[in-house]
């Protein structure tokens, strides 16, 4: 939308309003104290409308209509897409709206049906589906281990050229786990977007951090101090128990529960499962 446009919709709401929501400046705008009052209700109603819209995509008990889920970048780009692919060649009729955003808030607020999460959230409200472990490992390409050689320990590692994060708090839960002893000058390329590491491992640039599960099955890819696990962590997916009656929500949610750890966890998991919050019916696997 263009700015002009935004501005004019901006002054329609604040006369309609009586309200300043936003002080004009040659930077841009800067919201007022009403309108951080105001934000949250907005966003509330925007998701209570948004998931209204979706309900009346299809019925209750088809497999029809849209369905939005959120997932973190890192198990959302690569590894949702192709479980959508096999739910959608199943049921043709469904459509899907993927939001990348990591929190359980989209879900409890209305934005979002299903939401996959890296830790299971408490919420008395949600239906919780275990999906697995998964773990991240130390990867490179084969070209770059074949011009400048393998590590064979943590010391060999912090001579190498390195791929991080730019996340400086999870860097360090990282290199404190597994003792890693790098300076800032070994880090060739640090990048927010989990993406972009996962690129700069695959272009050969140097060592990085990946989920093992993004580079599963790629022949140029090599893990490095296979024996090594940089993070660990176990996945959930989730839904609202007043969704539980809305057939497409509850497949989608344990469908993409069961092929997250059927077909891409990495961590042996000794536990059977894990007490499900709010849940009116057992879990189901359903095949895809």
Sequence with gaps: ??????????????????????????????????????????EAMEGAVAAFARAASGARDEMRGLVKITSGEALGL??????????????????????????VTPLIRGAADVAVLLSPPRP?????????????????????????????????????????????????????????????ENFVLVAESVMGQVAAIRAGLGIG???AAKVAGDPQIVRVLPEVSALEFSVTVASRAEQEHMARVAFVRDAIARALST??????????????????????????
């Design 124 to 184: 008395d409200n949600l239906v919780l589906r275990p999906a697995g472990r998964f773990d991240v490992g130390i990867f490179a390409h084969r070209h770059y281990l074949e011009q400048y050689g393998t590590p064979q320990t943590m010391a060999d590692l912090s001579r190498h050229a390195l791929i991080g994060t730019e996340d400086e708090q999870l860097a360090t839960q990282v290199e404190n786990r597994i003792g890693l002893r790098a300076g800032a």
């Design 209 to 211: 951090f990946c989920l």
């Design 1 to 42: 939308m263009a700015p002009a446009t935004v501005r004019r919709h901006l002054d329609t709401l604040e006369a309609r309003l009586g309200v300043t929501l936003f002080i004009r400046n040659p930077e841009g705008l800067s919201p007022t104290s009403a309108a951080m009052e105001l934000g949250p209700i907005a």
């Design 263 to 288: 077909r891409f966890a990495t961590v042996a998991d000794e536990a059977e499962g894990f007490d499900t919050v709010a849940s009116p019916v057992p879990f189901r696997p359903v095949r895809v």
């Design 78 to 103: 690569e590894l949702l897409l192709p479980i959508l692919s096999d739910i959608r060649r199943a049921h043709p009729s469904l459509r899907f709206a993927l939001g990348i955003d990591a929190g």
